[in-house]
């Protein structure tokens, strides 16, 4: 057996913690797999007296994280402090320089600063991985960097934060609306004291651009990639979406376009069949649709001690084993230019709810603009008759191009029976390679 | 660069052929991602003059496949010739002993002859890759061999024969009986004119003992595998689990147990809510329960040339980076002998139809029988009322062990009123480790 790795942990929050106690409890299981031991050398973090139920006995304790990138005797260095910057980001800079092995989980780190620490993790000739950064649990990094790496890959896509899907759920089963479950969640530990990070997307964005590099061979394009994200969801969009045979879903969506890579987080529609739909409470999926595979789903656990720490320990044996693909499946030097494409030219069909006073002509008025944008509507929904009161009317409109629904839309924010903003969520059709709906 | 990986193809059918296609159509992507260039120097297969749809100029053909294995300039074989022995076997064995790196799709060689064929390939220090022996495109073997590889799994299972999971979506859509839809099947080229190693389960059973493999640490154990197949399956059967909430499926099952490894492949019902009910048509999917990453799901197409082909050229691309995980996650020397759990041990719910003459008395010879083997009962389903005609009976049991259940059996089967064999169908539920049903 090859001598052991020896590794430096820096940061035991949640995951940290989670990774030492699986290193611990599962030291011969670990040893079997990687063919050499896993040895825990030092860690770092910022309160040494908190107790966080693990044994540290042992286990050397730098006050200095950055100390760890250079402490003699370690081969990788696991980075779970996180941040886009600061100490996350200096511990991973010296480490990679000083020829150390790196593991981390940070997707902010890497959403921004990603194309740059795969250059220096070749120019060191070491390891950077980070399958804990995308969906937990799942081993999506893998999959699509190996277990997909001989298919051009058209798009990617998934439910990529499960602080934003538990609150979707729990919407939908309960009919209570965003900021009862926010809080709630909140309460419960699900959802962060300062939300925002999650529910605008952008926890799920910095996830979307790392799968974007992955998958299409592009640097890391955080800063294209378009992002809304759940706060404007209403019970009724929710409701009126399950009746017209929908679920309303938070997607990262990534995607090779004539006119380049589609980068977009946003709610969508999706049709109940679609396997995603079905994707429910803090549970992550991503699909990933290849040339000669066709559509894969995968499925598990985006958050929590276990899944985060089974995905960090993954890595860290694969480091053990000295495997070697490149940190975005390519090396560094060929990652494409970023060539974010125009999201003005996408066309897609769209839901629309309006809350108009019930009066006269509304309809005329609203049907009017559909007909000067020559956008052609699916369906509609108008529920209750008030005269003179607010109602709510649902459009479903046929595939339409989003400059011409985004016209339509400034004109019918201003129309005078209209008493509240109009709700616009994209309705996202998957199909299989052979063009069968999902 | 590396200088190129020079690879040799046995056998040219759909499989074959697509992998030829895929090699050649993506040469300067597998380049980039394997770090040296895929050259197929020399193919073998049976019929030289068949139009195959691919170019073979500048590639070596070889009439005996067996030379391949020991030909000048070779670095890994790709067997796809397939079955259990002959000169499929012979290839894997002679191109292993000629220390050559094997890629190959044959579930029943690595089902009959696994745990040899590993050592073979750690004692000569080469690499034996299967990831299209199951689940088709799914990059199910790197999950549960790397990705997961951090847990202790506790149970492995899936649809794994897309030919059944095929035919019982039809029956569920369209009301028809299984032998016409096989027959439909076979005539659309989906199921073989010699079905029965799809049907009865053993094509199934050849994947899950990979998977018990990969999973436990354990050598291969195909000759415990419990094995029924969909033949007895009715559209009765399909129609009434819908209307109790569940759907039947084929499934695959391995699971640690006090007692064991237990693994079985049967039709089950499975109710609608979890994930892997609503798997469809030929698609396969395969979930992996740990005990960090909890419940990870896997889905995608099982069979056809370009989910296959994708599965290969993985497996040739990690053979050309060198990556050396073992070919069942631990070295062939540490794998556990087989320990198979007793079958009779199991407890579960079952469905239960029985056709039955509607006449007086029928009801209570039936209920006593479970009463004197303690069996509760959850459910029963009636249909139609037609005195001394038959009429099905549908019963869904409580858990109960799967001894007290086959006593039953035996008793009902003698019921004079019994028209028909009584029908069983085990009841699958699955839990998260949370303990919340799926």
Redo the contacts between chains.
């Keep these: 057996m090859t001598p052991p790795l020896n590794i430096a942990i820096a940061g035991l929050g949640t995951v940290g913690a ?1 990774t030492v106690r ?1 290193i611990q409890e ?1 030291g011969a ?2 040893a ?4 050499r031991e896993i040895v825990i050398k030092a860690v770092s973090a910022r309160d040494r007296g908190r107790d966080r139920g693990i044994d540290l006995s042992g286990i050397d304790w730098e006050e200095d994280a950055l100390a760890l990138a250079t402490r003699p005797g370690i081969d990788a260095v696991v980075e779970l402090i996180g941040g886009a910057g600061g100490i996350a980001k200096d511990l991973v800079e010296a480490a990679l320089g000083a020829g150390r092995h790196v593991v981390t989980a940070n997707k902010a780190l890497l959403a921004h600063h990603g194309t740059a620490l795969a250059r220096l993790a070749e120019d060191k000739g070491v390891s950077l991985r980070y ?1 804990a950064a995308v969906a937990g ?3 999506i990094v ?2 699509l960097r ?7 890959v058209s798009r990617v896509y998934g439910i990529l934060n499960g602080t934003c899907n538990y609150i979707l759920t729990t919407m939908r089963e309960t009919g209570r609306e965003f900021a009862d479950v926010l809080a709630e969640a909140q309460a419960l530990g699900y959802a962060e004291a300062d939300p925002g990070f999650d529910i605008d997307g952008v926890d799920a964005a910095h996830k979307l651009a790392i799968l974007t590099a992955l998958a299409f ?1 592009t640097e890391i394009d955080f800063e294209s990639v378009h992002m809304e994200g759940i706060r404007t969801v209403t019970a009724d969009d929710i409701r009126f979406a399950e009746e017209l045979g929908y679920r309303i879903k938070l997607l990262g969506i990534a995607e090779r376009t004539d006119d380049g890579i589609e980068q977009r987080v946003h709610p969508c529609l999706v049709a109940h069949a679609a ?1 995603i739909a ?2 429910e409470g803090v549970y992550n999926a991503v699909v990933a649709e ?12 985006g958050a929590g001690a ?2 985060t ?6 890595d860290v ?2 480091v053990a ?6 940190t975005f ?3 560094a030097a ?1 990652l494409a230019p970023p060539h974010p494409a125009d999201l003005d030219k996408r066309v897609g069909a769209f839901y629309l709810c309006m809350t108009v006073r019930d009066e006269p002509g509304v309809m005329a008025d609203i049907t009017a603009v559909f007909r000067d944008e020559a956008i052609s509507l699916e369906s509609m929904l108008q529920r209750g008759r008030a005269p003179g009161e607010p109602v709510p009317v649902v459009l479903i409109t046929h595939e339409t191009g989003e400059a011409a629904m985004a016209r339509a839309l400034a004109r019918i924010r201003k129309l005078t029976a209209m008493t509240a903003p109009p709700r616009m969520i994209r309705i996202e059709t998957f199909y299989h390679l052979d063009q069968k709906p999902l």
Excluded: F, W
């Excluded at 190996?146 to 051009?152: P, Q, R, S, T």
């Excluded at 559509?295 to 598990?300: F, K, M, N, Q, V």
């Design positions: 989670g699986l599962h299981l670990l079997a797999r990687a063919n399958e649990g799942i081993p893998k999959a190996e277990g997909l790496a001989a298919n051009a061979g396997p079905n994707v290849g040339d000669y595979v066709e559509t894969t789903l995968y499925l598990g656990k276990g899944p720490a089974s995905a960090v320990v993954a044996m694969d084993r000295g495997d070697c693909v490149a499946a390519i090396p060929d």
